[in-house]
């Protein structure tokens, strides 16, 4: 995927790679952190209607296209991924 695609095909994406997911996911790019999509990408992976636990989610690197970034000294790609659950898994409070 280009780093510039935008949620609505990363989330089609996704959802073609993991066909169960369909209409059970949502994909928002969180815009504060990062002015332009040079900079970094922040998303937020809400899954809904999901009855168990799902893994942490991370993002890796394709093999024919691996993701690059900010060259440091040595001339090497540094790429910084954070991956965090922000609400755990539990029982719906809300009626």
């Given at each position: 995927?280009?780093?510039?695609?935008?949620?609505?095909?990363?989330?089609?994406?996704?959802?073609?790679?993991?066909?169960?997911?369909?209409?059970?996911?949502e994909i928002w790019h969180e815009y504060t952190k990062h002015p332009y999509y040079e900079n970094g990408r922040e998303f937020i992976v809400h899954f809904?209607?999901?009855?168990?636990?799902?893994?942490?989610?991370?993002?890796?690197?394709?093999?024919?296209?691996?993701?690059?970034?900010?060259?440091?000294?040595?001339?090497?790609?540094?790429?910084?991924?954070?991956?965090?659950?922000?609400?755990?898994?539990?029982?719906?409070?809300?009626?």
């Amino acid at each position: 995927m280009a780093y510039n695609l935008h949620v609505l095909w990363i989330n089609e994406e996704v959802v073609r790679a993991i066909p169960f997911l369909a209409d059970k996911i949502e994909i928002w790019h969180e815009y504060t952190k990062h002015p332009y999509y040079e900079n970094g990408r922040e998303f937020i992976v809400h899954f809904r209607d999901i009855h168990i636990n799902p893994a942490q989610c991370t993002i890796e690197s394709g093999v024919t296209t691996p993701l690059s970034g900010h060259l440091n000294a040595g001339g090497i790609s540094e790429v910084t991924y954070t991956n965090s659950i922000s609400r755990a898994y539990g029982k719906n409070l809300f009626f």
